[in-house]
């Protein structure tokens, strides 16, 4: 089983600032995912990638996979980004065919206007 | 846009009793789940479902859970003798055919089990 570590746990930001979470996870993968967790408790899948970057509006994913690691980043943050923030694995060389995930504790973040 | 629906949202029960937790994935896609979140702790994968039947499963999904597509559209999860540390929001997700598609959550179930 993978450990998977997030950082930080909390995060405040002033609206308007480049905010970075990091993960990191302990063996090889071939995908990971980044959620978000609204305040209601929903779900929503951000980004699936297994190399390099993706971006999607103000959101960007890298992906470091001889480091395992991953940063999500959210350019020009705003208070409607306020959200916990959890990335997550498939079992160790499973494939990106596993969803059977192993979950970060996830990152709190609050963005203040 | 086209969105997994779950039912109850909220859903009270005594210990012992069972409880079918329902779930409308979206309609093309083939590939079903269920996870969930016990107050203050980590999402858990608790079962991966295709073509009828379980694809894999976490030690959490023991004997008392069971997984069915009774008709061509609702998901169901089924807890037979509930038990106090059952109490958790449970999400559904599916998602379509392919390797690398994202995961569609439902707005979840919150079990209490009292």
């Known amino acids: 089983k993978n450990e998977v570590e997030q950082s930080p746990q909390n995060l405040t930001a002033q609206e308007g600032e480049f905010i970075t979470i990091n993960c990191s996870y302990s063996?090889?993968?071939?995908?990971l995912h980044w959620l978000q967790q609204h305040p209601g408790g929903g779900i929503v899948s951000l980004f699936m990638l297994s190399s390099g970057k993706k971006k999607h509006g103000r959101l960007i994913a890298t992906i470091n996979i001889q480091e395992k690691h991953s940063s999500l980043h959210i350019t020009a943050s705003h208070p409607r980004d306020s959200a916990v923030y959890i990335c997550?694995?498939?079992?160790?060389?499973?494939?990106?065919?596993?969803?059977?995930?192993?979950f970060g504790k996830g990152t709190k973040l609050s963005v203040i206007p | 846009e086209p969105e997994v629906t779950q039912t109850p949202s909220h859903q009270v029960t005594q210990m012992g009793q069972e409880v079918i937790l329902r779930c409308v994935p979206i309609s093309n896609h083939l590939y079903f789940y269920w996870y969930r979140q016990i107050l203050g702790q980590k999402v858990e994968f608790l079962v991966s479902?295709?073509?009828?039947?379980?694809?894999?499963k976490s030690e959490i999904f023991d004997d008392q859970f069971s997984v069915e597509r009774p008709d061509g559209s609702n998901f169901t999860l089924k807890i037979r003798s509930t038990k106090l540390e059952d109490s958790a929001m449970y999400f559904c997700?599916?998602?379509?055919?392919?390797?690398?598609?994202?995961?569609?959550f439902g707005s979840g179930t919150q079990l209490s089990v009292l």
């Open positions: 997700a599916s998602r379509e055919q392919g390797s690398n598609e994202k995961l569609f």
């Open positions: 063996v090889g993968i071939s995908a």
């Open positions: 479902f295709y073509n009828n039947e379980i694809s894999e």
């Open positions: 997550a694995v498939p079992p160790p060389y499973s494939g990106a065919g596993s969803y059977q995930l192993t």
